[in-house]
């Protein structure tokens, strides 16, 4: 999961805390926080791709890409499909990731 600095369209930390808290509770998650991360954000972005913590191959050039993908890879597994209606991005999708 990964969110974008707090600002005036909302606090994307908090929210992305409260989804992971109730939906994804006993569940593994991992959290990028931009404003934690700072300038790391991108290579972190990247290593999570890479470790096979997203279900892409890590050779997306945007956020949003990277994120088709890995809807589309999930969907082919059958697996809970209820979950590709219910995803939040706290980000800029056309954010660079490579």
């Known amino acids: 999961m990964l969110a974008d600095n707090p600002d005036a369209a909302g606090d994307f930390e908090a929210d992305v805390e409260d989804i992971r808290a109730s939906f994804f509770a006993g569940r593994e998650t991992?959290?990028?926080k931009v404003g934690?991360?700072?300038?790391?954000?991108?290579?972190?972005?990247?290593e999570a791709f890479d470790s096979g913590l997203g279900l892409v191959s890590g050779k997306h050039e945007r956020l949003g890409d990277g994120i088709l993908a890995a809807q589309k890879t999930y969907a082919e597994t059958g697996l809970m499909p209820?979950?590709?209606?219910?995803?939040?991005?706290?980000g800029d999708p056309a954010m660079r990731i490579r």
């Open 82 to 90: 209820e979950l590709l209606s219910v995803h939040h991005l706290f």
């Open 30 to 32: 991992t959290v990028l």
């Open 36 to 46: 934690e991360l700072g300038a790391g954000t991108r290579p972190a972005i990247q």
